[in-house]
């Protein structure tokens, strides 16, 4: 069984940064491309970043591109969202989940495991 759990979310003042990190277990973690989604009350989950299994690829939703980076460690079965320059429209519970395949992954129904979310919140 696959889980994931995330740490790291917390109360900031926007243009302050936060470190999410989500670790995995169950799977051979290099051979799956993960991601991080995020959302926020009455809106649906979107994709932030996404990161391929070898960690090669990445993909940035515009709305943090340039913001947000996301790592991956396949020897510590981790990923890593480094948030920066936070704004109070990046509240909302950030997920991490397990893609169904090695290659990227950016469509939430690709995704086939999700941790329990960790909150963010960013004070104006």
């Known amino acids: 069984q696959v889980q994931l759990v995330e740490s790291g979310g917390g109360l900031v003042q926007a243009g302050g940064s936060l470190r999410l990190s989500c670790a995995a277990s169950?799977?051979?973690?290099?051979?799956?491309?993960m991601g991080w989604f995020r959302q926020a009350p009455g809106k649906e989950r979107e994709l932030v970043a996404a990161?391929?299994?070898?960690?090669?690829?990445?993909f940035y939703s515009d709305s943090v591109k340039g913001r947000f980076t996301i790592s991956r460690d396949n020897a510590k079965n981790t990923i890593h969202l480094q948030m920066n320059s936070l704004k109070p429209e990046d509240t909302a519970v950030y997920y991490c989940?397990?893609?169904?395949?090695?290659?990227?992954?950016?469509?939430?129904?690709?995704?086939?495991?999700w941790g329990q979310g960790t909150q963010v919140t960013v004070s104006s």
């Open positions: 990161i391929s299994g070898s960690g090669v690829a990445t």
């Open positions: 169950g799977r051979t973690f290099r051979m799956y491309a």
């Open positions: 989940g397990c893609g169904a395949r090695q290659s990227l992954v950016i469509r939430a129904v690709d995704y086939d495991y």
